[in-house]
């Protein structure tokens, strides 16, 4: 009989054993799975990042071409505008200036 309880103790012991190292096998394959997938959504987020830079850039890009061809446009008006008032005034600085050299 207490043979018998030796073995039965023994036997418990080698599954308790093999239990412990069981679990711990899965312990370090669960933590390396999870290691993995941080590692992946890591990456993940890091190319949503870099796309959602890359499209803000273009945006802005796009939106400061948009600004520079208004305040090109608007220049150019400008410009127009000055030319049109200076023809306008050529008549009268020829008028001056035949003013200026019959005076003298």
């Keep these: 009989?207490?043979?018998?309880?030796?073995?039965?103790?023994?036997?418990?012991?080698?599954?308790?054993?093999?239990?412990?190292?069981?679990?711990?096998?899965?312990?370090?394959?669960?933590?390396?799975?999870?290691?993995?997938?941080?590692?992946q959504l890591v990456e993940q987020a890091r190319r949503q990042a870099e796309d959602q830079v890359r499209q803000m850039m273009a945006q802005a890009e796009d939106e400061a071409a948009q600004e520079t061809r208004k305040v090109m446009d608007q220049a150019r008006q400008d410009c127009e505008a000055m030319k049109q008032t200076a023809r306008g005034r050529l008549d009268q600085a020829a008028k001056l200036i035949v003013e200026k050299v019959v005076s003298r």
């Design 1 to 39: 009989m207490a043979l018998e309880a030796i073995r039965e103790v023994t036997d418990m012991e080698a599954k308790a054993k093999e239990r412990r190292e069981a679990a711990a096998a899965q312990a370090k394959q669960q933590f390396l799975d999870a290691q993995r997938e941080s590692r």
